[in-house]
């Protein structure tokens, strides 16, 4: 079975520091890998996807992915309060049209 | 670009009353569609996906039904609504091994 697991938080950081947010996964063929933010009452919006491993930026979000260690996390530098919202770590196997979210991490950036 | 509709935005249903929601996507052509809820405070479950009209695959046994009449619209429908079946529901659609785009979504009150 497909698992995703994250930290369901809260992670609480000071406006201004990096927040990190960790997501393993258990399917060894997962090949896509994708982060989301959702604000509460809203629907999820797409940060950023990664394929390779390494570290993939865009602006103040990094992604790094380790497919030996079967992990993904999201860097986010300078945190804004407007950071503050759930993160989902979202998988697809190689094959598959099908993904595996984890439940989400939530993020609260204080001023 | 892409965008995809979900309505109405909000709905409050008395148990045992029928439901429908749709979904429409514009810009694209023969997306993959799903269909999501999410309860208060859980993750997303996937419900139904397809990949094409008349092609519909369920994940979870419920009350619950989809259809696609055509190739960018997805309906999700009930005959008899059960408190449970109150949450968040989301459309989504994909190309094959890409990204999922999440619509607004349609928030359910069954009471």
């Known amino acids: 079975q497909k698992e995703v697991e994250q930290n369901s938080g809260p992670l609480s950081v000071p406006e201004g520091a990096i927040a990190s947010l960790n997501c393993t996964y258990s399917?060894?063929?997962?090949?896509?890998f994708f982060w989301y933010r959702q604000y509460s009452g809203k629907s999820p919006e797409l940060i950023m996807f990664?394929?390779?491993?390494g570290d993939k930026e865009d602006g103040r979000f990094t992604a790094q992915l380790n497919k030996a260690s079967q992990y993904v996390s999201l860097l986010i530098r300078d945190s804004q309060p407007s950071d503050s919202a759930t993160y989902l770590c979202?998988?697809?196997?190689?094959?598959?049209?099908?993904?595996?979210f984890g439940r989400g991490t939530s993020l609260i950036v204080h001023p | 670009s892409q965008t995809i509709h979900q309505w109405p935005a909000t709905l409050v249903q008395p148990v045992g009353s029928p439901l429908s929601l749709e979904c429409t996507v514009e810009g694209t052509s023969n997306p993959n569609l799903y269909w999501y809820r999410q309860a208060a405070g859980r993750g997303l479950q996937l419900l139904f996906y397809s990949v094409g009209i008349g092609q519909i695959s369920s994940e979870v046994p419920q009350n619950l039904s989809a259809s696609r009449p055509q190739d960018r619209q997805f309906i999700l429908s009930s005959k008899k609504l059960l408190l449970s079946d109150s949450g968040f529901y989301l459309c989504?659609?994909?190309?094959?091994?890409?990204?999922?785009?999440f619509g607004p979504g349609t928030r359910l009150l069954v009471l």
């Open positions: 989504a659609w994909s190309t094959y091994q890409e990204t999922q785009y």
């Open positions: 399917d060894r063929g997962s090949q896509s």
């Open positions: 990664i394929y390779s491993n």
């Open positions: 979202a998988v697809i196997v190689g094959g598959s049209y099908i993904p595996t």
